[in-house]
């Protein structure tokens, strides 16, 4: 497996990274523990090196999972984690928060569940805008100073917050939504990140499965998966979007590939400093995924699948209105 670096102190991953989450959430009933502990390890002995996890995904239980998983090698591994949310009296998640007392407790969680002693990459999960960011980065820089924290990222920041919080303390990584199906990111955020020296960690590289080929107009999406609730995957506009999937399509045929691994492969593309994160709990999409790092593609196909993304209009918002407002802007 390739590497790259995110960030400019050092944060060397593996090309392509594994989104842990619906290991434990969002697409459907949570599968055997028992069958994912050796799904995790086996991604390592295919190259995998970073791992992303949050205390919110279960919550808790995703964190516990990876733990586990990844103690027997975790001088092999990142383990990249978030905090961010508060928890009522149940565990069950109460909105955002940030406080410096949330994140030393979130963290003091977090590495008794992964088994660890320090958190690779630590993310502010979603911006608290009740707490400047320079709080929030000043209390990662003391967890850093401390070494409980190797590096700090942030997931769904918008520009003005990434620069105010690095000027505080450097950010390694940004992690946000980015595909050929939302390419929002390249107005702003990717200049800003190339500027001062910021990885970019996409998450749903693949569109949450619409870029897997896998998903038609007559899919249905039953209890536990999220994409029932999002507005993308509504039936009217699930058939207009998936006119991208056919275009893309056009050019996997040529490339002897997957949709799914020319969606990831133009990612890579973009920037040696981008590492999606595709998500899957199955060996063989993992091992499709992985491949990926090594489909070339040229300069006509970038510019064909360029000119694709950009004649499909994507209905459907990302997320529900109520979700949609914890999103920076």
Not at 309 to 316: E, F, I, T, Y
Request: proline content about 5%.
């Amino acid at each position: 497996m390739q590497t790259r670096t995110l960030g400019t102190q050092g944060l060397n991953v593996s090309a392509l990274g594994l989104g842990c989450m619906g290991m434990s959430q969002s697409f459907g009933p949570r599968p055997p523990r028992e069958q994912m502990i050796p799904f995790l390890r086996a991604a390592v002995e295919r190259g995998v090196t970073l791992f992303d996890t949050a205390e919110v995904y279960g919550p808790f239980h995703n964190e516990e999972l990876v733990g586990e998983a990844l103690e027997p090698v975790r001088d092999q591994v990142v383990i990249a984690t978030k905090f961010g949310f508060a928890f009522d009296e149940n565990g069950t998640q109460s909105g955002v928060t940030s406080r410096p007392d949330n994140i030393r407790a979130a963290v003091d969680g977090s590495l008794r569940r992964l088994r660890t002693d320090t958190i690779d990459l630590l993310y502010q999960h979603r911006v608290d805008p009740n707490v400047p960011i320079e709080e929030v980065a000043g209390a990662v820089k003391e967890l850093i100073d401390a070494g409980k924290v190797r590096h700090f990222g942030l997931s769904e920041a918008g520009v003005e917050t990434i620069r105010r919080a690095h000027a505080v303390q450097q950010v390694a990584a940004l992690q946000s939504e980015y595909s050929l199906f939302w390419r929002e990111p390249e107005e702003a955020i990717l200049p800003t990140l190339e500027e001062l020296g910021i990885g970019f960690v996409p998450f749903s590289p693949l569109g949450r499965g619409l870029l897997t080929g896998q998903v038609t107009a007559e899919s249905q999406f039953g209890e536990g998966d999220i994409r029932a609730s999002l507005p993308r995957f509504e039936q009217e506009a699930l058939q207009a979007n998936l006119a991208l999937v056919d275009l893309i399509t056009r050019v996997a045929e040529r490339k002897g590939a997957t949709v799914g691994q020319v969606a990831l492969a133009w990612l890579l593309a973009q920037q040696p400093w981008i590492v999606p994160i595709p998500g899957t709990r199955r060996l063989e999409r993992l091992e499709e995924n992985l491949a990926a790092a090594d489909l070339e593609l040229t300069s006509e196909d970038l510019g064909e699948l360029h000119a694709a993304s950009a004649s499909v209009q994507v209905q459907g918002a990302r997320y529900p209105e109520a979700m949609q407002k914890i999103i920076d802007r």
